[in-house]
Every structure is written in C-alpha cells, then in structure tokens.
Nanobody, 129 residues
Framework: QVQLVESGGGWVQPGGSLRLSCVVS????????IGWFRQAPGKEREGVSC????????YYADSVKGRFTVSRDRTTNTVYLQMNNLNVEDTGIYYC??????????????????????WGQGIQVTVSS
C-alpha cells in the first residue's frame, strides 16, 4: 500500500519561506509523478506543482511560478516543495498525491485530482502577519 506523509507546514509571515516534504513509501514502481495541491477555506482544491519521479520534469501553476520550486530525492523517496515569498493567498491545507507518470504527467492532467491514486493526509500552511 502506497503511503504519502507530508511535513514542514506551519505559520509564516508574508514574504517568508517554508519547505514542505512528502515521503513516499510502498510504491512498487518508480514511474510515478507527485503532485502538490492546496485547498483554502471556502475554495476548491487547486494543483500547485507536479514532478516526475523518473526524470524530474516539472509543472507549476501560474500563481506560484518563480516562487515555488518542486524537487525530489530519489534516494529517500522524498519530494520537496520549497515555497518562497509567501503571501496570504498561499494559506491552505497542502496535499501531496501520487499517480502513474503515464496517467498524470501531462499538461492537461497534472492539476486534476481524480487522476491521482494516493494522497497524503494534508498539512496546514498559514501565511499571516
């Protein structure tokens, strides 16, 4: 059974930084992609970023380009989301999710939650002064 566990959330002032981690365990294949999603109160879940585990290619939502960086460490099966210059609109619960590369890692699919198979429990990120 695949499990994903997020960590690294918390509170930060506007302009600050946080790094989220997502540890993946139980995967029987390396051909997967990890997506980061977030959901703010009263809003729909949105895709933030996605990375291919095999070759490190990435996608980003326009709202985070230039501020967020997704990366992965294949030796520890960990995916990171470095978030810089955070603003109050970045507040929300952040989730990582896994899907097969073939199914998920396409420009028209990576931000769509139903294409992913496994999800983490989510972690709170709060940006406020």
């Amino acid at each position: 059974q695949v499990q994903l566990v997020e960590s690294g959330g918390g509170w930060v002032q506007p302009g600050g930084s946080l790094r989220l981690s997502c540890v993946v365990s139980g995967s029987v294949t390396d051909y997967y992609a990890i997506g980061w999603f977030r959901q703010a109160p009263g809003k729909e879940r949105e895709g933030v970023s996605c990375i291919s585990n095999t070759d490190g290619r990435t996608y980003y939502a326009d709202s985070v380009k230039g501020r967020f960086t997704v990366s992965r460490d294949r030796t520890t099966n960990t995916v990171y989301l470095q978030m810089n210059n955070l603003n109050v609109e970045d507040t929300g619960i952040y989730y990582c999710a896994q899907g097969t590369t073939f199914r998920v890692f396409r420009p028209d699919r990576w931000r769509m939650g139903p294409y992913y198979d496994y999800w983490g429990q989510g972690i709170q990120v709060t940006v406020s002064s």
